[in-house]
């Protein structure tokens, strides 16, 4: 069995994801076949997946139109390639594997405003029981194993297995991207969450610096982009298990709080 530590980076656009996750790629991986955050944990492999990687191309017959604008709404979920993204993951996990069983806890807000308060959760279980973990699982399964009994040994491992005595090579997937809370698999996997969040006037300055490609056409921003942001961060915002990042902190001081987050759940 190899042991998983799944951490999810959400945000708003130009919030400073990409960078958190790059940031932190490197840092795992400079610590590889070292003992990292505690004496039983040693950093095994590191891997980075971006949900920017999956999205359709612009010819696709799945993609929505703004009809005001002309122009894709590449904001949701369907312009995305979901289920290529969960089926590189799964192959990314392997067949046998356990995630790390780390517990969400009690943060006052941060230094320099980086985070906001995050509640312990109700829950000590890890959130991978969800019911979504066995439909998501069976698909994305490409039948080479008997996947509903591992199935049952993952969910039942990742509640019970004590972490505290063993010695333990620890594997790292960083998942970015944008909706990667809003969707089920996604939302499950994820043992540790991150959201980058930034105000909208300081989100759009960012935006209109940028070149897209396809890009931007005159009110994509206004019309779309912070609508379907507004609608889609509302999905999960008041959860506990999220911690919401302030994106316009440093990015330095962002990389530092975040590593302290992850050291004190594991």
């Known amino acids: 069995m190899e042991t998983w530590l799944v951490i999810g980076i959400s945000g708003v656009t130009n919030g400073g994801k990409t960078t958190l996750a790059k940031s932190l790629h490197q840092y795992f991986t400079g610590h590889q076949n070292k003992i990292i955050f505690k004496e039983n944990i040693t950093m095994n492999k590191v891997t980075l997946l971006s949900q920017d990687d999956y999205f359709l191309p612009v010819d696709s017959p799945k993609h929505k139109m703004i009809e005001k604008l002309g122009h894709i709404n590449w904001e949701i979920l369907s312009s995305i390639d979901m289920d290529k993204m969960c089926h590189d993951i799964m192959t990314t996990l392997g067949h046998k594997f356990i995630l790390y069983n780390c517990h969400q806890l009690s943060k006052s807000e941060g230094d320099n405003n980086i985070a906001e308060q995050v509640d312990p959760l109700l829950d000590e279980d890890n959130i991978f029981a969800d019911h979504f973990l066995s439909n998501y699982l069976n ?103 999220v911690y919401m990042l302030n994106g316009e902190v440093p990015k ?8 302290n987050c992850i050291k004190d759940l594991v």
């Open 139 to 241: 698909k994305y399964d490409d039948g080479s194993v008997g996947v509903n009994q591992r199935t049952s040994n993952l969910i039942k491992k990742s509640k019970n297995e004590s972490f505290l005595n063993m010695n333990i090579k620890l594997n790292v997937l960083l998942i970015e991207g944008f909706l990667i809370f809003n969707h089920p698999f996604t939302l499950d996997l994820c043992n540790v969450k991150f959201h980058m969040h930034l105000p909208y006037e300081k989100c759009y300055d960012r935006r209109i610096k940028r070149v897209y490609d396809p890009p931007d056409v005159v009110g994509y921003f206004e019309m779309c982009v912070w609508p379907m942001y507004e609608k889609h961060f509302k999905e999960f915002r008041d959860r506990t298990d």
């Open 252 to 259: 330095e001081n962002i990389m530092n709080y975040v590593l």
